[in-house]
């Protein structure tokens, strides 16, 4: 009954770290997403996954890059982090792209780079 | 380009008073459309989707093709209802893509 799981739920770092942010799905979806959740923004699409073995850019990605590891597991990288990237960030999933049922979202990570 | 618009960032209403959340769209066609729904520190949960014309916890949405518009409606707020809530929009197709991109969302304040 897990759904979507995300972790860590909370990170701090230091400007120019780097870190990994997981996200898996227990529900055999096809497709995976990434968002960031700004104030006054809302939610951004940072990458996407249609399929296993696909990725795609979304309206923010510069500063990112994804993995789709297998059909489970979608990470999402900071290679250096910066104080803009300073969000709460949101993995998500569905059965297909645009499906819809509509997306199934995990409880997010709460990330603040200093 | 094809984008989905809730012209309010806060909507503030007493408890027990009509609420109506604005959503339109660019989009031609038929869209599919959604709305979403996050309570405080929670994950965002799907709250309705138009083409099954559900009532959700007493909240509708009706698409309107004439007015591209797809507003969240509720005839008698409850305390319990103050969240955020987004539009979704349908896929942004693009050569067999999908873009699923969100609306900047309205903060709902039921007061009491």
């Known amino acids: 009954n897990a759904g979507v799981t995300q972790t860590p739920k909370f990170q701090v770092l230091k400007t120019g770290q780097s870190m990994t942010l997981q996200c898996a799905q227990d529900m055999n979806h096809n497709s995976m997403y990434w968002y960031r959740q700004d104030p006054g923004m809302g939610l951004r699409l940072i990458y996407y996954?249609?399929?296993?073995?696909?990725?795609d850019k979304g309206e923010v990605p510069n500063g990112y890059n994804v993995s789709r590891l297998n059909k489970r597991e979608f990470s999402l990288r900071l290679e250096s982090a910066a104080p803009s990237q300073t969000s709460v960030y949101f993995c998500a999933s569905s059965a297909t792209p645009g499906t819809a049922y509509g997306y199934t979202f995990g409880s997010g990570t709460r990330l603040t780079v200093v | 380009a094809q984008r989905v618009t809730q012209p309010e960032k806060l909507l503030s209403v007493f408890k027990g008073a009509p609420v109506e959340l604005k959503c339109n769209y660019s989009?031609?066609?038929?869209?599919?459309l959604f709305w979403y729904v996050q309570y405080s520190r929670q994950r965002l949960q799907l709250l309705l989707r138009h083409i099954s014309r559900e009532s959700i916890k007493g909240f509708t949405a009706d698409l309107n093709k004439g007015e591209t518009s797809f507003h969240l409606k509720k005839p008698f707020a409850q305390e319990e209802d103050s969240a955020m809530y987004y539009c979704a929009p349908p896929r942004g197709s693009r050569a067999g893509t999908y873009k699923y991109i969100f609306g900047t969302g309205t903060r709902l304040k039921v007061l009491a």
């Open positions: 996954s249609a399929s296993e073995g696909t990725t």
């Open positions: 989009y031609s066609g038929s869209p599919e």
